[in-house]
């Protein structure tokens, strides 16, 4: 059974801070998606990563995939009020057919 | 920009009721999927959809539980005899051909089973 963990699952930070969202999977996957959700909102997805060593980025968001060390980052560069929502990463079962989703990290970014 | 729609936004129902929940899936898509979302808890898969089939269900997804696509544009999840732990957000999702496509979720439909 695939089980994707996410930590922390709270984080609190101050505007124009740094800092990173770790997500760890247990089984074998090139495949990783991390989405947004606002609360009461639907899933926005934010990157699509699908080999080792994928790096994308958008604005002040950064994520990264280690295949091998089965490990993907979100990292938050200055941050914003405006990124506080929660996110979650999530594995693909290589076959497409579905998605396991880490637990969610939380993020409240305070001005 | 092309988005899933899931009605009705929020269901209330008596347990033991059956209910429907409905969404369209971006127009050109191939792949159906359904998850829910118990109050502050993950996002938990429940089954994908693919070629007028099911390709892979979760445990959650038991005989209680049944999708179908009715006609050319609609995707439902029906669920029997509802129980008061059904209660969550229900998520529907699409996404489209092609290797490693995102998949894109509607806005949900809140159950809630009194």
């Known amino acids: 059974e695939l089980k994707v963990e996410q930590n922390p699952l709270f984080l609190s930070m101050q505007e124009g801070k740094n800092y990173t969202i770790y997500c760890n999977y247990s089984t074998t996957s090139d495949r990783l998606y991390w989405y947004r959700q606002d609360p009461g909102k639907s899933l926005e997805s934010l990157f699509v990563l699908l080999s080792n060593g994928a790096v994308k980025q958008e604005g002040r968001l950064m994520a990264s995939l280690d295949t091998k060390a089965r490990l993907s980052t979100l990292h938050i560069t200055a941050a914003v009020h405006d990124l506080s929502a929660t996110y979650f990463c999530?594995?693909?079962?290589?076959?497409?057919?579905?998605?396991?989703f880490g637990g969610g990290t939380r993020l409240m970014v305070k001005p | 920009e092309p988005e899933v729609t899931q009605t009705p936004s929020h269901q209330v129902t008596q347990m033991g009721q059956e209910v429907i929940l409905r969404c369209v899936p971006i127009s050109n898509h191939l792949y159906f999927y359904w998850y829910r979302q118990i109050l502050g808890q993950k996002v938990e898969f429940l089954v994908s959809f693919y070629n007028n089939e099911i390709s892979e269900k979760s445990e959650i997804f038991d005989d209680q539980f049944s999708v179908e696509r009715p006609d050319g544009s609609n995707f439902t999840l029906k669920i029997r005899s509802t129980k008061l732990e059904d209660s969550a957000m229900y998520f529907c999702?699409?996404?489209?051909?092609?290797?490693?496509?995102?998949?894109?979720f509607g806005d949900g439909t809140r159950l809630s089973i009194l």
């Open positions: 999702a699409s996404s489209g051909q092609g290797a490693y496509q995102p998949q894109h």
């Open positions: 999530a594995v693909d079962d290589n076959a497409g057919n579905m998605l396991t």
